[in-house]
Structure formats: C-alpha cells, structure tokens
C-alpha cells in the first residue's frame, strides 16, 4: 500500500522537506506560488511518485532536489504547470544519485504551458555519481498544439470548453486523485 500525500498551495511561498520511508504518491497542486521541496529516498526499494501541478499568474518558481540515499531507489517526477499571464514560471528539478547507491532508476517529465507570451524556463539536472542507474528526463515549454484543439472542435465543442478539457487532462493526471482534496484547485482551472 502506498502512502498518499495531497499539498494545497495558494498564493505563497513555502519549503517542504521529506524523508521517504515507504512508497509514496504526493500530489502537489500549486496556485500562484513558489516551493522549495527537498526529498530524500531513505530507505532501499522506496518508490517516490511526484505529481507537482500548478497555476501560475506572476514570478514563481518550483524548485525540487530527490537524493537516492539508499540502494534500490526509484523516484518519477511529473511537473506540469499552467503560465496563465505574461510573468515568469521557473522550474529547477534535480535528482541525485550518490555514488554509494546503485540499481536507482530517477526519471522526470516536465511540461509548462504558455497560454500568453510568459517567460518560463525548465532546468532537468540529474547528478548521478553511480554507473548502474536508470535515469531519464525530458522537458517541453510551449502551448497546446492546434491539432488537440482541432481534434476537440470537430467533435462539436466550443474553444472554450477545449481549452478547459485540456487543462484540466493536464494539470489532473491520475485518475486515482481524490477531487475532494483539491477543490479549490479545480475552482482555480475554471477561472482560467
């Protein structure tokens, strides 16, 4: 059994600090706000799953460091954000493998979506100081393609509505989230 964790940002700034002790599914929802999130994988053949979400509307950044401290680690990052004005989103994602841990797999996919012309920017850094590791990262800043949103309309839906299909596919990626936890988050798409 997993534990399951759910985090609520709303327009702050905030430092999380964890220590993996089991498997672990987090899902971080982000309105307008920065965070500083250090992860430390503790013990041999923990699993981390990361789903960090937000919305952003002035300078924010998301910055994140998961340290395999243990053998047999395995982190999955999934950072998609939503840059709703003009301002800045920043994401800065490390992870860590040290030289003393090995058979880790430490992957990462992290997408930020303009809707105007913002000014965001995605830093993959996987630091891996050992030879058997798995690692991946990928990174995409762009918006959604018209192809999705053609594909949408020609089924007989407004721009309007596709665009609010999209995010929503986006920013809630699991079908396994409890929507009640994240209310005001799903409030917050709505309004977008």
Do not use: W
Not at 38 to 55: A, D, R, S
Not at 60 to 73: A, C, E, P, Q, Y
Not at 75 to 81: A, K, M, V, Y
Not at 142 to 162: P, W
């Amino acid at each position: 059994m997993n534990k399951v964790l759910y985090i609520v940002d709303n327009n702050e700034k905030k430092d999380y600090q964890y220590d993996i002790l089991e498997d672990t599914i987090i899902y971080h929802f982000s309105i307008n706000s920065s965070s500083n999130i250090e992860v430390h994988l503790c013990h041999e053949n923990v699993t981390l799953y990361y789903y960090y979400n937000n919305i952003n509307y002035d300078n924010n950044s998301f910055n994140i460091k998961v340290f395999h401290d243990k053998n047999h680690t395995h982190s999955e990052l999934f950072n998609h954000g939503v840059n709703v004005s003009n301002k800045k989103l920043d994401y800065h994602v490390e992870g860590i493998v040290l030289k003393s841990s090995s058979g880790c797999i430490c992957n990462q996919e992290n997408q930020i979506i303009n809707m105007k012309d913002g000014k965001s920017t995605i830093l993959p850094v996987l630091l891996i100081d050992n030879f058997d590791v798995d690692s991946n990262h990928g990174a995409y800043i762009g918006k959604f393609s018209d192809e999705k949103l053609f594909y949408i309309m020609s089924r007989g839906v407004s721009r309007d509505e596709a665009y609010q299909l999209l995010l929503n596919g986006f920013l809630i990626n699991s079908d396994s989230i409890e929507r009640s936890q994240i209310d005001l988050f799903l409030k917050e798409i709505k309004k977008i």
